[in-house]
């Protein structure tokens, strides 16, 4: 075990291999074994080549980047923009490396500043950058990452610098060129502007946005702190390859909102002092003059694999990563380009109750009001989100949920829904393409539902009517909460 000093490569007293509690120098075990002293100290810091510990891990493996997902969620949160995803089966997950069992990806948040000089977590060689990405994944045995986030070796986060670009052009160098893996979800921040906000992009496989590695990173335990007051133990690894952006997509990040309704100009959190702690330097192959490595030329190909259950059954595979062959019949895609989706006919619908002819509407207290009220809605924008992604003629519809307002653009063919909270009368107010506005109050009869109290249709009968119609196929808007058909 050694570190550099000077440009000398000097060996670092092995004080504790004396300890037979202390597992074996080498062994993954042994870096496990550090989170139980190092893993309550701050985070994030400074990281270099110079001072780190050498160290030899089995090869990084990366299953199931290339796949595509089944939807993709754009959130500002008001404190960050969060990335989340799903897949109708197996997830992304990391084995090898540093781990002792396989990791399963989460979700993706960004950092960043009020100009070029801050904004990300991390320094590098003391220097700070305008932005960086972390990408959090968990010990597939804790099943979620609520619950990883409570043993010292249930979460790691993957921290990517991102730097600004440069161009080969002489006289424009500097923050011209936008990164393209970034700018498909750069591309959904208009739609997130306001806090508490989120859409759908994409989607595309992660791979189109990690840079994937399987040598060459740095890896320490440090403290995670929330804005609730709780500490979390965090495996950081901070890879040396990049991300790079132009200046106009950093300004993107800057235009997003918080919740008090101004830019949020900058989120990072300061820089702590490393310590004594060990900064492991995993695998180390390039030029070790830098200690991050130059943007590439050419992009950098993908290294994922599938895992052995989509090798095993390859009909679980989305559409997008088969193609058909005449000869062999349908042909599994490891690293495909994007192939169009096949028409998905969406679920025929149940046998629906009744809806009452004469509703009694409820008079609710507020508090009872507002959760039934934000329950229904949320629950409409998923299923919208639903029905978006499966219906082959709404390409392009964009469902967005923010402050009470549901908003379902299925383009110019066919109009926008507009469903919204209404405090003060306690109501549900729509605003339909077909039908036109309508007012919906609340019944608290068989779990709560709305209804139009003129001709006692609920709020849910008449989407179902309407959006079957559109999508050319029977919906199931009964799943929904709050709902009667």
Same mark, same amino acid.
């Given at each position: 075990?050694?570190?550099?000093?000077?440009?000398?490569?000097?060996?670092?007293?092995?004080?504790?291999?004396?300890?037979?509690?202390?597992?074996?120098?080498?062994?993954?075990?042994? &870096?496990?074994?550090?989170?139980?002293?190092?893993?309550?100290?701050?985070?994030?810091?400074?990281?270099? &080549?110079?001072?780190?510990?050498?160290?030899?891990?089995?090869?990084?493996?990366?299953?199931?980047?290339?796949?595509?997902?089944?939807?993709?969620?754009?959130?500002?949160?008001?404190?960050?923009?969060?990335?989340?995803?799903?897949?109708?089966?197996?997830?992304?997950?990391?084995?090898?490396?540093?781990?002792?069992?396989?990791?399963?990806?989460?979700?993706?948040?960004?950092?960043?500043?009020?100009?070029?000089?801050?904004?990300?977590?991390?320094?590098?060689?003391?220097?700070?950058?305008?932005?960086?990405m972390q990408v959090t994944f968990f010990r597939s045995e804790y099943m979620t990452q609520q619950e990883a986030?409570?043993?010292?070796?249930?979460?790691?986060?993957?921290?990517?610098?991102?730097?600004?670009?440069?161009?080969?052009?002489?006289?424009?160098?500097?923050?011209?060129?936008?990164?393209?893996?970034?700018?498909?979800?750069?591309?959904?921040?208009?739609?997130?502007?306001?806090?508490?906000?989120?859409?759908? &992009?994409?989607?595309?496989?992660?791979?189109?946005?990690?840079?994937?590695?399987?040598?060459?990173?740095?890896?320490?335990?440090?403290?995670?702190?929330?804005?609730?007051?709780?500490?979390?133990?965090?495996?950081?690894?901070?890879?040396?390859?990049?991300?790079?952006?132009?200046?106009?997509?950093?300004?993107?990040?800057?235009?997003?909102?918080?919740?008090?309704?101004?830019?949020?100009?900058?989120?990072?959190?300061?820089?702590?002092?490393?310590?004594?702690?060990?900064?492991?330097?995993?695998?180390?192959?390039?030029?070790?003059?830098?200690?991050?490595?130059?943007?590439?030329?050419?992009?950098?190909?993908?290294?994922?694999?599938?895992?052995p259950a989509y090798i095993k059954n390859p009909k679980l595979l989305p559409p997008q990563n088969r193609k058909?062959?005449?000869?062999?019949?349908?042909?599994?895609?490891?690293?495909?380009?994007?192939?169009?989706?096949?028409?998905?006919?969406?679920?025929?619908?149940?046998?629906?109750?009744?809806?009452?002819?004469?509703?009694?509407?409820?008079?609710?207290?507020?508090?009872?009001?507002?959760?039934?009220?934000?329950?229904?809605?949320?629950?409409?924008?998923?299923?919208?989100?639903?029905?978006?992604?499966l219906a082959p003629n709404l390409k392009g519809a964009d469902v967005t949920f923010s402050d009470g307002v549901?908003?379902?653009?299925?383009?110019?063919?066919?109009?926008?829904?507009?469903?919204?909270?209404?405090?003060?009368?306690?109501?549900?107010?729509?605003?339909?393409?077909?039908?036109?506005?309508?007012?919906?109050?609340?019944?608290?009869?068989?779990?709560?539902?709305?209804?139009?109290?003129?001709?006692?249709?609920?709020?849910?009968?008449?989407?179902?009517?309407?959006?079957?119609?559109?999508?050319?196929?029977?919906?199931?808007?009964?799943?929904?909460?709050?709902?009667?058909?």
């Amino acid at each position: 075990m050694s570190y550099h000093k000077d440009d000398e490569e000097v060996p670092l007293p092995p004080l504790d291999l004396e300890d037979p509690t202390v597992p074996t120098y080498g062994t993954n075990e042994y &870096i496990q074994h550090w989170s139980r002293f190092e893993g309550q100290l701050p985070s994030p810091i400074d990281v270099s &080549i110079t001072g780190s510990v050498f160290y030899q891990c089995p090869e990084l493996k990366w299953y199931n980047f290339d796949v595509y997902p089944h939807k993709v969620k754009l959130t500002n949160t008001g404190y960050t923009i969060i990335i989340s995803s799903k897949w109708k089966t197996e997830r992304p997950y990391l084995e090898g490396g540093p781990f002792l069992e396989k990791h399963i990806l989460s979700q993706i948040h960004f950092h960043w500043g009020a100009n070029m000089m801050e904004g990300s977590d991390h320094t590098v060689d003391q220097r700070r950058y305008p932005a960086e990405m972390q990408v959090t994944f968990f010990r597939s045995e804790y099943m979620t990452q609520q619950e990883a986030m409570k043993h010292p070796d249930g979460v790691t986060m993957i921290c990517y610098l991102i730097k600004v670009s440069r161009s080969e052009k002489k006289k424009i160098s500097y923050g011209v060129n936008p990164d393209e893996r970034l700018s498909w979800v750069i591309d959904g921040f208009p739609r997130v502007r306001e806090a508490q906000t989120h859409t759908r &992009i994409g989607p595309y496989p992660m791979s189109r946005l990690l840079p994937m590695f399987y040598e060459d990173y740095f890896l320490y335990w440090g403290r995670l702190d929330t804005a609730h007051g709780e500490s979390f133990a965090i495996k950081w690894l901070v890879p040396r390859i990049t991300l790079f952006a132009s200046l106009e997509q950093i300004k993107e990040f800057r235009r997003l909102w918080d919740p008090w309704d101004e830019p949020n100009l900058r989120n990072f959190r300061p820089l702590q002092e490393r310590g004594d702690r060990r900064v492991f330097f995993i695998n180390p192959h390039w030029c070790q003059y830098n200690s991050l490595l130059p943007i590439p030329r050419l992009p950098e190909p993908s290294i994922s694999v599938l895992s052995p259950a989509y090798i095993k059954n390859p009909k679980l595979l989305p559409p997008q990563n088969r193609k058909s062959d005449s000869s062999h019949g349908e042909v599994l895609l490891n690293h495909c380009p994007r192939i169009p989706s096949r028409n998905v006919g969406l679920p025929i619908s149940r046998q629906f109750a009744s809806t009452p002819s004469t509703p009694e509407v409820s008079d609710v207290e507020p508090a009872v009001f507002e959760e039934i009220c934000n329950e229904t809605l949320e629950s409409l924008c998923d299923y919208f989100e639903e029905i978006v992604d499966l219906a082959p003629n709404l390409k392009g519809a964009d469902v967005t949920f923010s402050d009470g307002v549901l908003t379902v653009s299925l383009g110019s063919t066919y109009g926008t829904y507009v469903i919204n909270r209404q405090t003060p009368n306690k109501q549900i107010w729509l605003s339909s393409p077909v039908s036109g506005p309508k007012r919906y109050d609340l019944v608290l009869k068989d779990n709560g539902y709305w209804v139009y109290k003129h001709d006692g249709m609920t709020l849910h009968q008449l989407l179902q009517n309407e959006i079957s119609k559109i999508v050319k196929n029977k919906v199931e808007f009964d799943k929904c909460s709050h709902s009667l058909v």
